[in-house]
């Protein structure tokens, strides 16, 4: 059973024009998380929410928004997407975010850019 | 200085051998280690937690040196299905306790 549900799996876009991606839980855990990975490179992290408290890494560029209007559900959206952000987007979550847990991981939905 | 890096491989090996990978990290408040196993397109699943005194899980062997800043992960008896990018994952050691990635070494077992 599906705990943590990104749709969709595969997403396709046009440059500049405005995509939102999709993440839901059913684990009822307090952080939601969205990662970037590029191709061959690390998972990188762009924000997380811890409850309804939105964290935005520094480098986190402003093309770059979330929300999350409930426990279950997170969305991110890319308001012009460009050529470089083209890449598996990761939303994960954990009960509280302490050290030693672990991350829950949806399958991912890869972007493509055109 | 990347946080967390590792060697990306890939590393060839043959059925059967053993591998070891390392994961250097920059933080030495870091507190909390992990490794996770990536397939090709999919998302990293958590393979094993690394503990201070070192663990074990089957054919899998992880340890952490804090003198040195690296953690390790041994696979022994390679099976063709542990083919796979293996992520380490270090704990930032700051208040927000947000994990850090490698970019993964990746393994190739062949018959």
């Known amino acids: 059973d599906a705990m943590v549900i990104q749709n969709p799996r595969y997403q396709v876009t046009q440059f500049g024009k405005p995509v939102t991606l999709s993440c839901s839980q059913t684990?009822?855990?307090?952080?939601m998380y969205w990662y970037q990975q590029k191709s061959s490179q690390a998972p990188k992290l762009l924000f997380h929410?811890?409850?309804?408290?939105?964290?935005n890494e520094a480098d986190t560029p402003d093309n770059f928004q979330s929300r999350r209007p409930n426990t279950s559900f997170c969305f991110l959206d890319i308001r012009s997407p460009g050529l470089g952000d083209a890449a598996m987007y990761l939303c994960a979550t954990s009960v509280e975010g302490a050290a030693n847990e672990k991350l829950f991981f949806g399958s991912g939905t890869q972007l493509s850019v055109l | 200085r990347k946080e967390v890096e590792q060697d990306p491989g890939p590393f060839n090996v043959p059925e059967g051998a053993t591998v070891a990978f390392n994961c250097t990290y920059s933080n030495s408040a870091s507190q909390s280690f992990f490794w996770y196993r990536q397939d090709c397109r999919k998302e990293p699943k958590l393979l094993m937690s690394?503990?201070?005194s070192g663990n074990e899980d089957g054919r899998f062997t992880a340890q952490l040196n804090r003198a040195s800043q690296y953690i390790s992960l041994l696979i022994r008896d390679s099976k063709l299905s542990d083919s796979a990018t293996y992520l380490c994952a270090v704990n930032g050691g700051n208040a927000g306790n947000m994990l850090t990635f490698g970019g993964g070494t990746r393994l190739m077992v062949k018959p």
């Open positions: 684990l009822n855990h307090n952080v």
């Open positions: 929410y811890y409850d309804k408290d939105f964290n």
């Open positions: 690394v503990y201070s």
